[in-house]
């Protein structure tokens, strides 16, 4: 039987994701290190590694965002389990397309989530960094202040746009939660 969706659901889902998420690309950040040291010996200059590592660390660490997306697929959470169910019968069996598929969707509405909120970041942090420089605040003091605000705003980013695509469907299969007791007769 499919359940409700709620914010509480979508919290347990996300952290599920989140953390899985921030171990692999712990992994890749050792990739562009070594890109960039390559770069160094090849004899790019500074401007060109500061513009090519960060944009490879983003490409990659949201790529390698879809391995974590199918090991929570059909994970037991307790009261429920997030699957990709058939719209077909009978079901089809199970590939990385729709994998693929829910990872965009995420992925796409994740980026405009995160442009507003470093839009908003930005100015969030501006009037936190005026108030407190007109109270004599030094810098490390308004950086202390801020970094836990835009910390905390870019990571409830993420949470919105898996609410967005949780019931969605995806081709041939929606993404939904099962409970997993069984129905009382």
């Given amino acids: 039987m499919e359940l409700e969706i709620t914010w509480g659901r979508v919290v347990r889902i996300w952290w599920s994701w989140l953390w899985r998420a921030s171990i692999a690309v712990l992994l890749v950040f050792p990739v562009v290190g070594i890109i960039a040291f390559i770069l160094y010996f090849l004899g790019f200059s500074k401007p060109v590694a500061l513009i090519v590592c960060p944009l490879l660390a983003f490409l990659l660490g949201m ?64 009037i936190i960094g005026f ?16 970094f836990p605000i835009s910390l905390l705003l870019g990571l409830s980013t993420s949470i ?17 939660l099962l409970s997993t007791s069984q129905p009382s007769v």
């Fill in 160 to 176: 919105a746009p898996f609410r967005l695509i949780l019931g969605k469907t995806f081709g041939q299969f929606r993404l939904v």
């Fill in 131 to 146: 108030v407190l420089g007109s109270l004599g605040c030094s810098d490390l003091v308004i950086q202390i202040v801020n």
């Fill in 63 to 126: 790529v390698t965002g879809i391995i974590p997306f199918k090991l929570i697929l059909g994970k037991n959470f307790g009261d429920f389990r997030l699957v990709l169910l058939s719209t077909n019968q009978p079901p089809k069996e199970m590939t990385w397309d729709p994998v693929w598929r829910v990872w965009w969707a995420y992925s796409w509405r994740y980026l405009i989530a995160m442009i507003i909120i470093l839009i908003l970041s930005m100015i969030v942090s501006g």
